[in-house]
């Protein structure tokens, strides 16, 4: 398939994406949110929206689980990714594999998370009828793996299979340290994306869709900073765990950890090279000023030109919608309200 015929299948599936888009909850949905006062509220705002009801249509009314309304929400976004995966070219697909991996890295941690807690796999969810496809079975093998050699052997034709044998095991938990479980996992996934873009990728609009990514890969540096600043990690670490693509560089590294505070360690940030992204995010918590920058630039890519990036930000913006819903649904359980929780 020539570049032309590639460039017209990426522009139907970013057309797609951005009509998917548009059922995404609105600013008046996100304030009625913040009003809540209960779980069931939230499923019941989320049975009448274009983008979640069909999500939560199988969810009972009264007394939903966290685990249910999780798993709702997680079948969604794989059915919007396949339905997006079926339509778009063989160029196409070969990137959006690394949406399925970007799952598998999901399940992994959370199986490290529940090892480490001494937790035992999750029940089924009888509430969920719809059925698991192949994909789906998969990421529920991950995380219900019941010890780490079982984790390791099902990886082990996965590109984190090396990452995962090569880990230092606490000699009384035969587990490895979490945080570093974690970092280490995801610079293999963010390595080896790297390498296809600028090596492998063939298709149209290789250099916009290589700076959506990178942008992206940017916000979890980012987060990263930010979080380790305030475990006395030291510059020169901190330096080497920044992800590849993004343009935040071991300078600016250096500088936020070095900053007195949270708020001087933004002012940094805002000098660097993404700082135009964190403008006006003055009064954001630490832990969401990426989340927040990240809606604003792919909402704008979601309305510029229709390319393969679209569709990448069209994923990302739902992915985080999903995240910020699971959030609300946790504070509504405890009797929380959900607006610190929700971008508006």
Known sequence: MNNVNRRALDITLAVEARAKYAAMLSAEDRRRICALSSQDELVALLARSDGWRQAVKALPAVGTTEEQ???????????????????????????LRFIT???????????????AAGGAPAAPESALNAPAGTHDQE???????????????LCQKSIYGPALRSMQLDKKTGLPVYAEAVLSLEAQ?????????????????????????????????????L????????????????????????????????????????????????GRWLAGLGGTPPERVAEAAEEAYYRRVIHGAPTLRTVYAFLTLKENEAAMLKRAFVALGYGLSPEKYILQ
């Open 69 to 95: 309304f999780s798993a709702a929400l997680d079948q969604e976004l794989l059915a919007d990714f396949e339905r997006l995966y079926r339509t778009a070219s063989d160029t196409s697909k070969d990137f």
């Open 101 to 115: 991996l970007e799952r598998e890295l999901k399940a992994i941690k959370a199986a490290l998370r529940r090892l």
């Open 139 to 153: 990421l529920n093998r991950l995380r219900d793996a019941r010890s780490f050699p079982e984790l390791v052997s």
């Open 189 to 225: 996934f963010n390595r080896a994306l790297a390498n296809y873009l600028r090596r492998e990728y063939k298709g149209p609009g290789k250099n916009t869709l290589i700076e959506a990514v990178s942008f992206r890969a940017d916000m979890v540096n980012v987060t990263y900073l």
């Open 227 to 274: 979080r380790l600043r305030r475990f006395n990690t030291p510059p020169e670490r901190a330096a080497e765990l920044l992800l590849p693509l993004g343009s935040v560089g071991a300078d600016t590294a250096k500088k936020v950890m070095a900053a007195e505070s949270d708020e001087a360690a933004m002012e940094v940030l805002r000098a660097s090279r993404v």
